[in-house]
């Protein structure tokens, strides 16, 4: 009879050969064996553990290490060792693999709650380690693969959230009963199901039973036996990416312990999503930057085609744009080997249903016209994800990349994955074919058209609307929350809101179901308004889906806001390429354009006050980028005059406060720069209470001592 658990086990570290590099003295009672004899010993040689048979597992070719020289993360087993203390002992041996290559090994009894907080800690700090240099698709299989072993689950997938918001998609599955998981529902509206509500609520939730749950709608997997559920979501600094979710055929009593481990690797998640994400968006500003002048675009395209690549996991890919009814202009990674699409190099890109839908499909096999329900292709043929290239109302292109999934990866995953690059490479193509004079062909013709006469809206100082060059004032529209709907859609211009949400903007402190008959109402005003030629059902600048609102990012809508932040990413694009005189215009009409602040008319409204202090600080940092252009061009008294603008709008920015202390020294006035600083200390002082930092000081210390100019500016 194996003896009662007396002790609460221990850790021990391996290298990455086995040997033990440190000992946890808790584990001496129970192998009796202290730390001096156990250093440099080889684990196998201290546990001795067997299986319930008596079968030896603690060998030179132990499974839990070989796991992990496998690619594994944590691996565990059930160990019956004979503690000279103790007797036999039933405990758990859990291996997680350390970033340095080695193992944190952790002994403890077989029991219920027997998580271990080191065990945890050393299991994320490998998983982010890994996550780090990894794609998006295989770190996601490494977080559930992870999760599946340390939460003692049955079966563990991930799901991401659609480019519209509106939705979820499945993108991995790994553990018991693929099928019944995967088959019956691979997408989850906003509030269905458990990810839905993941996704509507941000928050973690766990089921009851499950054959008692309501709120789980997958009848296959309660058939298949599972008897607990829970769902956290990834959240990243941007908001909710997805979610995960572990199902348990063994109810875990114990389950909220789980909660902080699963929350964490979530957090990990949304980390890395975001990090992709950015280096996805950097990649194609630098493709612009390098290609921007080339008259031929064939490099930049394909350097684009091998970001997005990289982004979704694929192998191969191609790249078509229209030509007029000719044979489409066609980029591909390795033309010999990337089979080419027979419907898009005909021309006939009205019959490709990725085109037409503009939302992608998946395909199994070489020719485009085998269109399948998604699933995983065979091995021979590989599966292809198509996305079209769409910008506003035109359709520019369209993009093919080829996978050969392992089992547990999912083809609806990469397609969402695949429309978010091609977000990144719509905008890319569309300012590399502004920028140069090349023959690229986006004559197509545009898929949605919108029939109204364009529409300006300018935001700064106060609102303004122009439809077709007419000015249309707020004396004549009847209903002013019109005028506000369109400032808050313009505000959150290309995100779908929820019609509920807007309801609490526009009528504050009232019950949104008795609202809704009136905000249809000003919703059909401000649609004849934008568009009063438009047909009901068939609205082009103010979309629905689903019961959520946006204002087209259609280029016939110009608002003055964006105007002002495109032309700051021109003119840093243009700083970095060595360009000043062109970055100096940049910033000159981006100036120009801030007339004061955003939708100064709106001062207490909530849902407007972070769009103004973003742009307000983005106007500062323009005015200061602008002042040491000025300043390099020996422009004196214009960058005197743009820091003085700036440090009307925030006293408090020591950056600034120090850039017209330079520019005061470089044109020769030391007394004035020095005054600025006192000028400085007397703001900080009176305003926070607090000090200078000491790079202000000691630029002040250099200036008093009249050192050089170039030393300054260091």
Not at 349 to 356: E, K, Y
Not at 426 to 432: D, V, Y
Request: neutral net charge; charged residues 20%; proline residues 5%.
């Amino acid at each position: 009879m194996l003896a009662s658990l007396p002790f609460l086990g221990g850790h021990l570290v391996l290298d990455a050969d086995g040997r033990v590099v440190e000992w946890d003295e808790s584990l001496t009672p129970l192998v009796g064996i202290s730390r001096s004899e156990a250093i440099g010993r080889l684990c196998y040689q201290l546990v001795g553990g067997t299986d319930v048979k008596g079968q030896l597992i603690c060998t030179p070719v132990c499974p839990l290490r070989a796991a992990l020289l496998e690619g594994r993360i944590t691996s565990s087993a059930t160990l019956t060792i004979r503690s000279p203390l103790y007797g036999q002992l039933l405990v758990q041996c859990r291996l997680t693999a350390l970033p340095t290559g080695g193992a944190l090994a952790v002994l403890q009894p077989e029991m219920p709650g027997g998580d271990n907080l080191v065990y945890s800690l050393a299991g994320l700090a490998t998983l982010a380690t890994r996550l780090a240099v990894q794609g998006l698709p295989q770190g996601f299989i490494e977080a559930l693969d992870y999760l599946l072993t340390a939460a003692q689950a049955s079966a563990a997938e991930l799901y991401l959230v659609e480019p519209e918001g509106t939705a979820v998609v499945l993108v991995c599955h790994i553990g018991d009963a693929r099928q019944a998981f995967t088959q019956e529902r691979a997408r989850f509206r906003r509030g269905e199901g458990f990810p839905g509500l993941t996704l509507a609520t941000g928050s973690l939730l766990i089921s009851g039973e499950l054959s008692r749950e309501a709120r789980f709608i997958r009848d296959s997997v309660k058939r298949e036996g599972f008897r607990q559920y829970i769902s956290a979501p990834i959240i990243g600094p941007s908001g909710c990416h997805g979610g995960i979710g572990l199902a348990f055929r063994i109810p875990r009593p114990e389950i909220q312990h789980l909660t902080p481990v699963i929350t964490a690797v979530c957090a990990v998640l949304g980390l890395r999503i975001e990090a992709a994400r950015a280096q996805l968006h950097e990649s194609t500003r630098a493709c612009v930057a390098r290609w921007g002048e080339s008259p031929d675009l064939t490099g930049a395209v394909r350097s684009l085609l091998d970001e997005v690549i990289r982004y979704t996991g694929a192998t191969s890919g191609e790249f078509y744009l229209p030509a007029n009814g000719a044979p489409a202009q066609r980029v591909a990674t390795d033309s010999a080997s990337v089979p080419q699409c027979s419907v898009l190099a005909r021309g006939t890109f009205a019959v490709c249903p990725a085109w037409t839908t503009e939302r992608g499909v998946v395909l199994q096999g070489a020719c485009p016209q085998w269109l399948l329900p998604p699933r995983r292709a065979r091995e021979d043929f590989g599966l292809w994800c198509c996305a079209p290239l769409v910008y506003g109302d035109r359709v520019l292109g369209l993009i093919r990349v080829k996978h050969h999934l392992p089992g547990w990866l999912l083809p609806h995953g990469t397609l969402v994955l695949l429309r978010e690059a091609t977000t990144e490479v719509s905008e890319a193509l569309r300012e590399l074919n502004q920028r140069t004079r090349a023959r690229l062909t986006l004559s197509a013709p545009p898929v949605k058209a919108i029939g109204a006469a364009e529409v300006h809206i300018r935001c700064f100082d106060g609102f303004e609307l122009e439809l077709g060059g007419r000015v249309v004032t707020a004396a004549s529209i009847a209903r002013k929350r019109v005028l506000t709907l369109l400032k808050i859609l313009t505000t959150y211009r290309g995100h779908f809101l929820p019609r509920d949400r807007l309801i609490e903007w526009l009528w504050p402190e009232s019950d949104p179901e008795t609202k809704r008959p009136q905000f249809h109402v000003v919703v059909h005003e401000l649609r004849r308004l934008l568009e009063p030629a438009g047909a009901r059902h068939h609205w082009k600048v103010v979309v629905a889906v689903d019961d959520r609102y946006a204002l087209t990012s259609s280029p016939s809508v110009v608002v003055d806001a964006e105007q002002f932040e495109h032309l700051l990413d021109a003119a840093c694009r243009c700083e970095q390429a060595g360009d000043r005189q062109e970055a100096m215009l940049a910033y000159q009409r981006a100036i120009a354009l801030y007339r004061g602040d955003y939708l100064e008319d709106e001062a207490s409204a909530s849902w407007c006050v972070a769009r103004r202090a973003q742009l307000r600080r983005r106007y500062i940092d323009a005015l200061r980028r602008l002042a040491v252009l000025y300043r390099e061009a020996r422009m004196w008294e214009q960058s005197t005059e743009v820091l003085l603008r700036a440090l009307s709008l925030d006293d408090l920015d020591e950056e600034l406060h120090r850039e017209l202390m330079v520019t005061y020294w470089a044109s020769g006035r030391r007394d004035q720069a020095m005054r600025q600083y006192a000028a400085c200390v007397r703001a900080l002082a009176d305003e926070l209470g607090i000090a200078p930092s000491v790079e202000t000081v000691k630029l002040a210390l250099r200036i008093r001592a009249q050192v050089g100019i170039s030393e300054v500016q260091e």
